[in-house]
């Protein structure tokens, strides 16, 4: 395992990227295959608990859920992680193993909500592990080529089963610099387009025999993935190493008012990082979407003062990563979009409701 591959510094195509940096960072395809193996045998008995992802509906981590015949216990990315670090090493074993075991945890640790819940059980591991701390210290990502848990998808559109082989198998692993570490206009390792292309490089790279690339092209049609393997272009990526320094007393920091979320509870933004705009309700086009990416804004704000309708006076403060993976969304399913090339809604959209405060 190489995880010191990374450079500190890249700007070019993300097709050589792939190639120079991922697919060496990779475990060894056989036990990518074998793990994944024994996840499809596992979830052969409707009786064995499934692991997926937590949503808003299933939030509780160490509760177990049922949904028609199937149990189910909920996480964030604490088992996909273990389960990639386990793929490194010379042996592994099979799932069912692991799940006996309580092997992986399925948090590193809980909420006090969690820990008082009736449904809450002590039998899953809690806790992170070296080997998950030091790939963090890396400054790295642990990534998801296919979404673990896709907004507006219900368990009768993507089933439990599907949701766990996203969420557990290697195959649907890879490492990326993390945001926390480095400077990038988006998120590379969630971009939808970087991802399509990622599939076709390992299937093209990775995979080597026919054996194994029928077994990732049938893992891919197992969960549910619609990828057109002919339709692949390159994607352009820019990141650098970020710097440390004292933003609170920079002379060009300009406060911006942030709304009271997790994700933005910083005192100082500089005013050059934030695109912002004003309409009558939630407003986003083509135009907007191309100026947030080339000119590499960090945050989205969008003063709302309706003349009517239905949408409250306040603003949104939203980060890069998060508008920009909205109006992609937008941009595949919307009628709107598709038609005049904007969306918008008389109404706070319900993915960005914690982004908005009221005035």
Same mark, same amino acid.
């Given at each position: 395992?190489?995880?010191?591959?990374? %450079?500190?510094?890249?700007?070019?195509?993300?097709?050589?990227?792939?190639?120079?940096?991922?697919?060496?960072?990779?475990?060894?395809?056989?036990?990518?295959?074998?793990?994944?193996?024994?996840?499809?045998?596992?979830?052969?008995?409707?009786?064995?608990?499934?692991?997926? !992802?937590?949503?808003?509906?299933?939030?509780?981590?160490?509760?177990?859920?049922?949904? =028609?015949?199937?149990?189910?216990?909920?996480?964030?990315?604490?088992?996909?992680?273990?389960?990639?670090?386990?793929?490194? +090493?010379?042996?592994?074993?099979?799932?069912?193993?692991?799940?006996?075991?309580?092997?992986? %945890?399925?948090?590193?640790?809980?909420?006090?909500?969690?820990?008082?819940?009736?449904?809450? +059980?002590?039998?899953?591991?809690?806790?992170?592990?070296?080997?998950?701390?030091?790939?963090?210290?890396?400054?790295?990502?642990?990534?998801?080529?296919?979404?673990?848990?896709?907004?507006?998808?219900?368990?009768?559109?993507?089933?439990?089963?599907? !949701?766990?082989?996203?969420?557990?198998?290697?195959?649907?692993?890879?490492?990326? %610099?993390?945001?926390?570490?480095?400077?990038? !206009?988006?998120?590379?390792?969630?971009?939808?387009?970087? !991802?399509?292309?990622?599939?076709?490089?390992?299937? +093209?790279?990775?995979?080597?025999?026919?054996?194994?690339?029928?077994?990732?092209?049938?893992?891919?049609?197992?969960?549910?993935?619609?990828?057109?393997?002919?339709?692949?272009?390159?994607?352009?990526?820019?990141?650098?190493?970020?710097?440390? =320094?004292?933003?609170?007393?920079?002379?060009?920091?300009?406060?911006?008012?942030?709304?009271?979320?997790?994700?933005?509870?910083?005192?100082?933004?500089?005013?050059?990082?934030?695109?912002?705009?004003?309409?009558?309700?939630?407003?986003?086009?083509?135009?907007?979407?191309?100026?947030?990416?080339?000119?590499?804004?960090?945050?989205?704000?969008?003063?709302?003062?309706?003349?009517?309708? =239905?949408?409250?006076?306040?603003?949104?403060?939203? %980060?890069?990563?998060?508008?920009?993976?909205?109006?992609?969304?937008?941009?595949?399913?919307?009628?709107?979009?598709?038609?005049?090339?904007?969306?918008?809604?008389?109404?706070?959209?319900?993915?960005?409701?914690?982004?908005?405060?009221?005035?």
């Amino acid at each position: 395992m190489n995880l010191n591959k990374f %450079p500190e510094l890249y700007i070019g195509s993300g097709l050589e990227f792939i190639s120079k940096y991922i697919i060496p960072t990779l475990p060894e395809v056989e036990k990518v295959v074998s793990i994944t193996s024994s996840l499809l045998d596992y979830l052969k008995d409707d009786l064995n608990l499934r692991y997926v !992802r937590k949503s808003k509906s299933y939030n509780l981590r160490s509760s177990v859920y049922s949904y =028609k015949k199937q149990k189910f216990t909920v996480t964030d990315n604490e088992p996909a992680l273990w389960i990639f670090m386990e793929s490194y +090493n010379n042996k592994t074993s099979s799932f069912t193993e692991y799940e006996n075991q309580k092997s992986f %945890p399925v948090a590193f640790a809980l909420k006090k909500e969690e820990r008082e819940s009736n449904h809450l +059980n002590n039998n899953f591991n809690i806790g992170k592990k070296t080997r998950e701390n030091n790939f963090s210290k890396k400054g790295l990502k642990h990534c998801h080529i296919l979404d673990c848990s896709p907004r507006g998808k219900s368990l009768d559109q993507l089933s439990l089963d599907q !949701r766990m082989l996203r969420l557990l198998s290697p195959m649907n692993h890879f490492p990326f %610099p993390s945001p926390k570490k480095f400077e990038m !206009r988006e998120d590379f390792g969630e971009n939808i387009l970087f !991802r399509k292309i990622l599939i076709r490089t390992l299937l +093209n790279e990775y995979y080597e025999t026919n054996i194994q690339k029928d077994s990732f092209k049938r893992f891919l049609s197992i969960c549910g993935s619609k990828i057109d393997f002919d339709l692949v272009e390159d994607f352009h990526i820019e990141y650098k190493i970020k710097e440390i =320094k004292n933003r609170r007393n920079s002379d060009d920091l300009i406060p911006v008012s942030i709304p009271n979320h997790p994700i933005l509870n910083k005192p100082d933004v500089l005013k050059d990082d934030v695109l912002e705009i004003t309409k009558t309700r939630f407003y986003v086009n083509e135009e907007i979407f191309k100026k947030l990416i080339i000119e590499k804004y960090q945050f989205f704000k969008l003063d709302v003062l309706p003349k009517k309708g =239905k949408h409250p006076k306040g603003f949104y403060m939203i %980060p890069l990563n998060i508008i920009t993976d909205f109006i992609r969304e937008k941009k595949s399913n919307s009628h709107n979009w598709k038609k005049n090339e904007n969306f918008h809604q008389d109404g706070i959209p319900s993915a960005l409701r914690s982004y908005f405060k009221y005035s």
